[in-house]
């Protein structure tokens, strides 16, 4: 498998397998600062609420999914577990926050595209 040229710097050759799951593990970390930047709007509006649930609720269905898709793909279970419930809980936050708090972007994005 390729390794990233980096990977040969941070870590020994025994962890090289790891590099296979790294990406997953980057655009997870992606989604977890969106979710970061975004959750303020809920604060903001006084619907924390929403956030509690919000985290609850992928928080479950990441140990869900981690007990199933590790026993059955092992490491790479627990980086798609992982992704998928910091991206659900992105998704989620950015539809509350922008329902409670009405974001300016998309009349932004509509004036640029007409």
């Given at each position: 498998?390729?390794?990233?040229?980096f990977l040969k710097?941070?870590?020994?050759?025994?962890?090289?397998?790891?590099?296979?799951?790294?990406?997953?593990?980057?655009?997870?970390?992606?989604?977890?600062?969106?979710?970061?930047?975004?959750?303020?709007?809920?604060?903001?509006?006084?619907?924390?609420?929403?956030?509690?649930?919000?985290?609850?609720?992928?928080?479950?269905?990441?140990?869900?999914?981690?007990?199933?898709?590790?026993?059955?793909?092992?490491?790479?279970?627990?980086?798609?577990?992982?992704?998928?419930?910091?991206?659900?809980?992105?998704?989620?936050?950015?539809?509350?926050?922008?329902?409670?708090?009405?974001?300016?972007?998309?009349?932004?994005?509509?004036?640029?595209?007409?």
């Open positions: 498998f390729n390794i990233p040229p710097f941070v870590v020994d050759e025994k962890f090289y397998e790891a590099s296979t799951i790294v990406i997953y593990l980057v655009i997870g970390q992606c989604f977890n600062g969106a979710y970061l930047m975004i959750t303020n709007y809920l604060f903001y509006a006084k619907r924390t609420g929403y956030l509690a649930t919000v985290t609850i609720t992928t928080g479950s269905l990441n140990l869900l999914l981690l007990y199933i898709l590790t026993n059955k793909l092992g490491l790479f279970g627990a980086a798609i577990s992982f992704l998928i419930a910091t991206g659900l809980r992105f998704i989620l936050t950015f539809y509350f926050s922008n329902k409670f708090f009405p974001m300016p972007w998309f009349k932004g994005l509509v004036n640029i595209l007409k």
